[in-house]
């Protein structure tokens, strides 16, 4: 049975920007275990972005509350790492400063050596050596850069990932071998990392996570969930169990899409 310690508790959350009337949140009630990979799925648009962003603290509630451990979210926090899709590295150091400073922050007072040990660790965790750490970003692709932000976010060891459609920019094979290793990443840690991933991928939920929670549109609220059986890249187009799953999660999504459509 998973921990609720560290767990995550949304209760009867709505969101309103400011300067604005528009209800884009309304009545999200979740509980999210400590340990478990949450794939937050929905169409574009629908609100899953402003959700993480209140989930990292960078937005208040505008009615009901979320609590990390019992305790309400009171502004971004170093146990709770992001990450998102444009790679949030800073573009004037390089990959490995930006890890480094990260670490700097979360561990305070440490010896020099050891913040450029982790980086290194780091950085060979994603499947990255040395020769990177004095790279800007900008020498890097893509798929490196999201490498670097995935190792930065896991280096300072948070309790809770927030991940943006991370791999969304990346071309199919790098995105394949990028979802690869955050399952690996995830899976080798004891305790495990409780993970929220966005994505507007029925496929890449269905791989990633141990449970999704479907977004409707306007204003957004829960219209699914399920849990998800642990599969493979393979199985999950091939088992008639996985091939159900997949069809009721697309079925949900038209039919809330069906029922914005003005006709
Ligand atoms: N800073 C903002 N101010 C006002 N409206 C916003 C802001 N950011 C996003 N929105 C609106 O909120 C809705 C949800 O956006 P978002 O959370 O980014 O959706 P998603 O991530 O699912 O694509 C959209 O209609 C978008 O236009
Ligand atoms: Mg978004």
């Known amino acids: 049975m998973p921990d609720f310690e560290?767990?995550?508790k949304i209760v009867n959350l709505s969101f309103i920007y400011h300067d604005d009337n528009i209800m884009i949140l309304k009545d999200i009630n979740v509980e999210i275990n400590s340990g478990e990979f949450v794939c937050i799925l929905g169409q574009s648009g629908c609100g899953k972005s402003t959700l993480l962003r209140l989930l990292?603290?960078?937005e208040k509630p505008v009615t009901g509350e979320i609590t990390v451990n019992s305790k309400p979210i009171k502004g971004a926090s170093l146990d709770r790492g992001v990450v998102f899709q444009d790679y949030g590295l800073?573009?004037?150091l390089?990959?490995?400063e930006n890890?480094?400073?990260?670490?700097?922050?979360?561990?305070k007072n440490r010896p020099k050596n050891e913040y450029r040990e982790r980086t290194l660790r780091a950085l060979n965790q994603v499947g990255l050596n040395e020769s990177v750490y004095n790279k800007l970003p900008k020498a890097l692709s893509g798929g490196m850069k999201q490498r670097c932000a995935i190792a930065q976010a896991f280096a300072i060891e948070p309790s809770i990932l927030l991940m943006d459609e991370p791999f969304g920019a990346l071309d199919a094979v790098t995105r394949a071998?990028?979802?690869d290793m955050l399952i690996e990443l995830w899976k080798n840690?004891?305790?495990?990392?409780t993970?929220?991933?966005v994505t507007h991928d029925v496929d890449e939920a269905i791989l990633l996570s141990n449970r999704i929670i479907v977004l409707g549109q306007s204003p957004s609220r829960i219209i699914h969930e399920c849990y998800v059986p642990d599969t493979t890249r393979e199985k999950q187009f091939e088992d008639l169990e996985m091939l159900k799953l997949r069809n009721e999660l697309i079925r949900q999504i038209n039919k809330d899409v069906a029922s914005h459509t003005i006709l």
């Not at 890890?99 to 561990?107: P, V």
């Not at 840690?189 to 990392?193: A, G, M, T, W, Y």
Request: aromatic share 12%; proline share 6%; glycine share 10%.
């Open 6 to 8: 560290n767990g995550i």
């Open 90 to 92: 800073f573009p004037w």
């Open 177 to 179: 071998r990028l979802q």
């Open 189 to 193: 840690q004891n305790p495990k990392k």
């Open 94 to 96: 390089t990959a490995g």
């Open 99 to 107: 890890i480094k400073l990260a670490l700097e922050q979360k561990f």
């Open 195 to 197: 993970i929220i991933f």
């Open 56 to 58: 990292a603290g960078l």
